[in-house]
């Protein structure tokens, strides 16, 4: 009975572990299968011709600049909220502070929010404002998406310093701020792999974008210029009847895809190189 | 040793074997601990300490786990002071400044005293730059008086000759004992006049240990040296005062001779000769 009952849990979990590897597999070559031919050089490194849309020549390279520069400037923005916010939940307040638990419990909620309704509420702020969807939009909204993600990782390495690297610099004589900086560098693996999830998150979310920066088929030269997105431009795409244009729309995800992939591995090879110089 | 110098003053509790001796006339103490009670939440960790420091010695506290010698150390330094629902009465002091005072400044405070912990953590840069780290904090920039102070303690410390290739590398490659000596130079770079020690020794080999006993012992013609240790052994070789704690009272002070040959109390004679540990 014992061995059943332990042959069925092995059986169970092996069954799951394949049915992941088989979604993802298919995704993959789903896209890649579609997409492959249509993948040409053109795609990357041109912006939409005339009659793109149609089937006609062009690139998307409107939508990869685009996403790229929204989501870099995203970053910045829950940079500069969320480390202050862990430093200080994590390193100011004791682990039984209530507004630590408040500050945790808000940004839980923010990390549970749906992206689109993220999207309808930068929309009504900018509407609320008379703002036109733009490139600022855009990052202001994807920038609120990434920074409870970027926070709730950098709280949990951060709660994994170990206490004497606190004590060290402060019975040295530092402050709490000089010893910040010191425990800044010991993260700073734990914030690149942070930053870099989170870019794979906010490069690939289209439900925010819709509305807040809009779609066009020119790079943005001004933060208040409308920006086209990769998420955007396979879901234009794909909304096509010609055969052409889904197949680009295909194409396009490779490429989202192929992005992501990269930084998602390069977050794992600078976790692994930063780590290096840790105690 | 002169024992005569040591007075038992007065034994406070009334009903129990645990009694209290201090010794007010210590010639010239560097730390004083009076009256010092310490609560981390309902629990009582520190009862009614009172104990002097002699300067320029190697003083050692002992007592079985959990008495209380490790907190003891720590608010020596303040270490408490961001501990949440530690709560502190009594007066620490140091130099004749009461440490807890409202004046006081923490930061002062520290870095008149070294803390060495039970494990090395030297901070994530290179050797160099953890030698200096302190100095820099407060306030020199001079890279060349900075190299030279470097220099000076880790050749205090005997690790020049072993790291002086590899300054600018990552003190992570040294061997653990290494680390620790790094860890003790690091702390002397801030010129400090106490050197604190929280069970040094512990994480280390026999040889590591035996070198940083050693580096004790000279130390102490220029530093007030107070120990934390779990080894009776430890306090039997280096010190020149012990501290012996039980239940977080301090249950009889008085040089290594008076503690491990003529103790006065029951529990102290138990402890040393092994009863309980």
């Known amino acids: ?279 | 040793m002169k024992t005569d110098n040591l007075e038992q003053v007065e034994t406070i509790s009334e009903n129990s074997i645990i009694d209290i001796m201090t010794h007010s006339d210590i010639i010239n103490p560097h730390i004083r601990v009076e009256g010092l009670n310490l609560n981390i939440g309902e629990n009582h960790i520190l009862k009614d300490v009172n104990l002097s420091i002699p300067s320029k010695k190697i003083t050692c506290i002992i007592g079985p786990s959990g008495c209380g010698k490790t907190t003891l150390l720590r608010s020596f330094n303040r270490m408490h002071d961001d501990s949440p629902n530690v709560k502190i009465t009594g007066k620490i002091f140091v130099d004749d400044e009461n440490i807890y005072d409202e004046k006081a400044q923490v930061i002062s405070i520290r870095k008149k005293m070294g803390l060495l912990a039970q494990r090395p953590c030297p901070l994530p840069m290179s050797i160099l730059d953890n030698i200096t780290y302190g100095p820099r904090i407060h306030g020199a920039w001079n890279r060349r008086k900075l190299y030279a102070t470097a220099k000076h303690y880790l050749t205090e410390v005997g690790l020049w000759d072993e790291v002086k290739e590899r300054l600018r590398s990552s003190p992570g490659h040294l061997s653990i004992g290494q680390q620790q000596r790094l860890c003790l130079a690091r702390g002397l770079a801030v010129e400090p006049e106490i050197i604190l020690g929280d069970e040094a020794t512990s994480a280390l080999d026999p040889i590591s240990t035996k070198k940083i006993e050693e580096l004790f012992v000279t130390l102490k013609k220029d530093y007030t040296i107070v120990l934390v240790t779990h080894t009776l052994r430890q306090a039997k070789r280096i010190a020149d005062y012990i501290a012996f704690m039980y239940m977080g009272k301090l249950i009889e002070f008085g040089t290594t001779d008076q503690i491990f040959n003529h103790p006065q109390k029951q529990l102290t004679k138990d402890y040393i000769s092994g009863y309980f540990s």
């Not at chain 1, 572990?17 to 795609?43: C, E, Q, R």
């Not at chain 1, 839980?108 to 689109?116: E, K, Q, T, V």
């Not at chain 1, 490139?135 to 950098?154: D, K």
């Open chain 1, 1 to 279: 009975m014992k061995l059943l009952e332990e042959k069925i849990f092995k059986a169970l979990m092996l069954i799951s572990a394949f049915v992941i590897i088989a979604v993802i597999g298919y995704i993959l070559f789903t896209i890649v299968s579609k997409g492959i031919g249509s993948l040409t050089w053109d795609m990357i490194s041109k912006g939409p011709g005339g009659g793109f849309y149609l089937g006609k020549e062009g690139g998307v390279l409107n939508a990869i600049v685009g996403s790229f520069y929204l989501v870099i400037g995203a970053v910045v923005i829950a940079l500069f909220l969320s480390i202050p916010v862990t430093m200080y939940i994590n390193f100011y307040l004791t682990k039984t502070s209530f507004f630590a638990k408040t500050v945790r419990f808000s940004f839980d909620i923010l990390f549970g929010i749906p992206s689109i309704v993220y999207g309808a509420f930068g929309f009504a702020v900018m509407i609320y404002f008379g703002l036109k969807a733009s490139l600022f939009g855009g990052i202001v909204v994807v920038g609120m998406l990434i920074t409870p993600i970027i926070m709730r990782s950098l709280d949990e390495v951060a709660r994994f310093i170990p206490r004497d690297l606190i004590e060290a610099p402060l019975s040295l004589g530092a402050t709490k701020y000089e010893m910040i900086k010191i425990l800044l560098r010991q993260l700073m693996p734990g914030i690149t792999t942070a930053v870099l999830l989170a870019i794979g998150r906010g490069i690939g979310d289209a439900a925010t974008v819709l509305f807040t920066a809009g779609y066009t088929d020119n790079i943005p030269t001004s933060l208040s210029h409308p920006t086209a997105t990769l998420p955007l431009a396979i879901f234009f795409q794909l909304g096509s009847p010609i055969e052409e244009v889904q197949n680009r729309a295909y194409a396009s995800a490779l490429i989202l895809t192929i992005i992501i992939l990269i930084l998602s591995l390069s977050a794992r090879y600078f976790s692994r190189k930063l780590s290096k110089n840790k105690v």
